[in-house]
């Protein structure tokens, strides 16, 4: 038994050490795509240290289409960096904040865009590819990804099998090494604004259900705590922000009361300044939108402005020290 083991491991070294420079080949590829929309963008100015800050903006799609960095940047009187994660809830957010932390200085301030999603959990880890390149060997992403359908608990560990299957990825690779990158990025400091009019996703998802409800996930909640007492810890000034959602959607949505006063809790209970736009003007107007939740361009200029106004103006004259 033992001589056929050293057999085996005599015919798979080989196999082993061809496949770490593949697998270095095909990540070092995949990380100059654009695609998923922009995401690895942001991983790559995380993990080069390229994300330094002064002003961390967290947050879903409502993070990263509506909060302008620079707006934010010039008002503060200082730099601003986009890190919102399309699609993905809390405890990908938190996974994002922690290699931030790892590779990049801590920004004084995190202004984090919360909303009916945060503090929910989807089943299946949306866009996984933009976790190919990063992936190996890193707790980080482990941790925070492995309780999601995706990856299977190998394709941390072994290199090259978790590009198994992921026809997409390894097009993208092939193309890239064909014609090259493009110069031009996706994102500006992880933003960009979606210059579209209004669509019909508010419609569709009435012609399927009538109302949605918020399902909160615990540990998501309990992790949430746990990072607001971190951000005390590291003196990490913390701001929470709902921004603007249309009137019409924000009826649809049944408990959106209950998660609104779950975010006003967090506030009162550890001293965050809050600012809740549900009521503002900017959500009685469609034009200002391209579907209920997501502000089009020139309703995220406005509301980036008027954002940071508000802080600038909040009575804590420490907040942003």
């Known amino acids: 038994m033992k001589k056929f083991l050293r057999q085996l491991l005599l015919f798979l ?6 496949a770490i420079p593949l697998d270095y080949g095909l990540s070092k590829l995949l990380r100059q795509s654009h695609q998923y929309p922009g995401e690895l963008e942001v991983w790559n100015d995380i993990y080069n240290s390229d994300a330094n800050c002064d002003f961390a903006i ?40 922690l290699e931030l932390l790892r590779k990049n200085k801590k920004p004084k301030a995190i202004i984090f865009s ?11 880890l949306y866009q996984l590819e933009q976790f190919l390149p990063f992936m190996l060997w890193n707790k980080n992403i482990k941790k925070y990804t492995s309780s999601y359908k995706g990856f299977t608990s190998t394709d941390y560990y072994v290199p090259l099998l978790r590009y198994a299957g992921k026809y997409e990825a390894l097009n993208t690779c092939i193309k890239l090494l064909i ?7 996706y994102r500006n400091h992880g933003y960009r604004p979606e210059n579209s009019k209004w669509n019909d ?8 259900q009538e109302h949605y409800i918020v ?10 705590e746990q990072f607001i007492q971190e951000c005390k810890a590291d003196n990490i000034s913390l701001i929470l922000v709902y921004a603007p959602e249309y009137i019409e959607g924000q009826t649809y949505i049944s408990n959106r009361s209950d998660v609104i006063n779950l975010y006003r809790s967090f ?3 550890f001293n965050l300044p809050f600012y809740d736009y549900s009521n503002d003007s900017i959500c009685l107007d469609k034009n200002l939108f391209y579907n209920s939740m997501h502000l089009n361009k020139t309703g ?10 508000d802080i600038n103006n909040y009575p804590n004259a420490t907040l942003l020290k």
């Open 13 to 18: 070294s080989p196999i082993f050490l061809l």
């Open 58 to 97: 967290y947050g879903s799609s409502r993070a990263w289409v509506q909060i302008d960095p620079e707006i934010i940047g010039d008002s503060l009187k200082g730099i601003a960096h986009n890190f919102g994660v399309d699609g993905h809830n809390f405890q990908l957010e938190y996974l994002r904040h």
């Open 114 to 124: 919360v909303d009916i999603f945060t503090l929910q959990k989807r089943k299946d």
């Open 179 to 185: 014609k090259g990158r493009t110069a031009e990025k």
């Open 201 to 208: 996703d508010l419609a569709e998802a009435k012609r399927q």
């Open 215 to 224: 399902n909160f996930d615990t540990a998501s909640i309990h992790l949430f």
């Open 267 to 269: 506030s009162e209970k």
């Open 300 to 309: 995220a200029e406005r509301f980036s402005s008027k954002l940071a106004h």
